[in-house]
């Protein structure tokens, strides 16, 4: 085989394996920098010896093993460093058991949610966790996180770079959460990766409406994390809620890019594999009302709507009401009216929208002149798509909403 064709199988077992990998490592090893080096140090030898040597027969098995191996030897010289230390009188810290061949072969799922739970530590700022996930979980390089958050490379570098710092400075346990700290450390592994989706679903900036490779690597982390909790309900909706989003992405964008708004999309080109995978999920999380939950209920009523005059909106108004009691939030109050209005009191929702505060958040003016035009209102309503317009950094939503002004003059 030739050596272009041996580096792309690198790369592509890497993306698939690098989270198996890391999480391994990161369990010997106690250190997620350390960790994801030692993997790092593995594709080097991979893309050395695989073009002579001949791609294995088990790629995805020898690059694990070849990791562990190196993780082994570091700890072993570790050892020998501190017995030398003990024997001239000097304290040295104790190093990790170098025998620990038994202890290889743990049920790889223990090690993928330790891992998880770590990178997504509240310890961490918000963009710092979505980039050390993406890196260590999604197997991303630090250039294509870049491109798809529209941010400089070194930026993000640094951002992964002083988490893993953060990291070992705190001396964060590379294990699950206690008990009495389950419930906020898995709030925060769900942030993060709807935080991915979202961005994929809805880019905040730049040119592209929908940026789909970010949802599906959300969904994988999802799905990883709902298989490996399956007794927690919020993971089962929050993948519910993201299979039942991302069935929409086929139709959410023309040929040519321009944004198709959900009344207008073509439901025959919804996915229907993933509105039966987030409907089954949706199952397993009933009986629950956590907010991804609730989302994904709320979600379901657009799925089973054939037409988009099918839609239950009394049913969604109050999905709403129980979500802003669960979850209260300005954008929550925004989705609710937006629901009131379809379910035909455009004057309660207006109500709603004006009492609410969303500094520079452009669809807050979108949502007023919306229902400004439905009440007959069109000079007010064009002002506000104009603000809307100004306040977007998106290319495409910003062509929506000059495009609804023009249509209001």
Known sequence: MAPTDSRTVVATVWRMESARIVAALTRLVRDVGLAEELAQDTIVIALEQWPIAGIPEHPASWLM?????????????????????????????????????????????????????????????????????????????????????????????KRITRAKRTLAEKKVPIELPPPSEAAPRLASVLEVIYLIFNEGYSATAGD?????????????????????????????????????????????????????????????????????????????????????????????????????????????????????????????????AVAISHADDPIRALAIVDALVLPHYPLLPAVRADLLAKLGRPTEAREEFRRAAAMTRNTRERTIFEARAAELD
């Open 208 to 336: 592209d409406w929908v940026r789909p490779a970010l949802c599906m690597e959300a969904l994988r982390l999802g799905r990883v994390l709902a298989g490996l909790a399956a007794q927690e309900p919020e993971a089962q909706g929050l993948v519910a809620l993201m299979e039942l989003q991302a069935s929409r992405i086929p139709a959410r964008t023309a040929a040519d890019g321009t944004p198709i708004l959900l009344q207008d999309q073509d439901r025959r080109r919804w996915d229907r594999l993933s509105i039966r995978r987030g409907l089954d999920a949706l199952t397993r999380a009933e009986g629950t009302f956590g907010p991804y939950a609730l989302q994904a209920s709320i979600a379901a009523c657009h799925a089973r709507a054939g037409r988009a005059e099918d839609t239950d909106w009394e049913r969604i108004a109050a999905l709403y009401e129980v979500l802003a009691y669960v979850a209260p939030s300005p954008i929550v109050d925004l989705n609710r």
């Open 65 to 157: 093993a070849t990791a562990k191996h190196r993780a082994i030897d570091l700890l072993r010289r570790q050892s020998r460093y501190a017995e030398k230390l003990a024997e001239i009188g000097r304290s040295a810290p104790t190093a990790v058991d170098p025998d620990i061949a038994a202890d290889l072969d743990d049920y790889v799922g223990d090690d993928l949610l330790r891992l998880i739970f770590t990178t997504c530590h509240p310890i961490l700022p918000t963009e710092s966790r979505v980039a050390l996930t993406l890196r260590l979980l999604g197997g991303l390089t630090t250039d294509e996180i870049a491109r798809a958050y529209l941010v400089p490379e070194a930026t993000v570098g």
